[in-house]
Nanobody, 120 residues
Framework: QVQVMESGGGLVQPGGSLRLSCSAS????????MAWYRQAPGKQRELVAS???????NYADFVKGRFVISRDNVMNTMSLKLNTLKHADTDVYFC??????????????WGQGTQVTVST
């Protein structure tokens, strides 16, 4: 099994910044794509940003120029720096990791989510 843990959410004022972190541990041979998604109550989960094992990044249009995704392939960790936050960024943010296990099984794993609230 693979465990995925997120941290770093919280309350921040509009225009402020936060850093979200995600770590994957357990039965891991290699980690392929890592990504952040977000979801508001009653809405579908949407991709925020993703990063490949080689470091290629992809951002949703609504965060381009404001959020920065990065990863550490040795530690199997990923970060998302959220800058210039807006009220509309208020959501639960989820970490997703695509893992090849030691028994050569590829599977996506999700964290429990971390709340980001942008408010005065």
């Amino acid at each position: 099994q693979v465990q995925v843990m997120e941290s770093g959410g919280g309350l921040v004022q509009p225009g402020g910044s936060l850093r979200l972190s995600c770590s994957a541990s357990g039965n891991i041979f290699t980690v392929y794509e890592m990504a952040w998604y977000r979801q508001a109550p009653g809405k579908q989960r949407e991709l925020v940003a993703s990063i490949s094992a080689k470091g290629s990044t992809n951002y949703a249009d609504f965060v381009k120029g404001r959020f920065v995704i990065s990863r550490d392939n040795v530690m199997n960790t990923m970060s998302l720096k959220l800058n210039t936050l807006k009220h509309a960024d208020t959501d639960v943010y989820f970490c997703m990791v695509n893992v090849m296990s030691r028994i050569l099984e590829e599977k996506e794993y999700w964290g429990q989510g971390t709340q980001v609230t942008v408010s005065t």
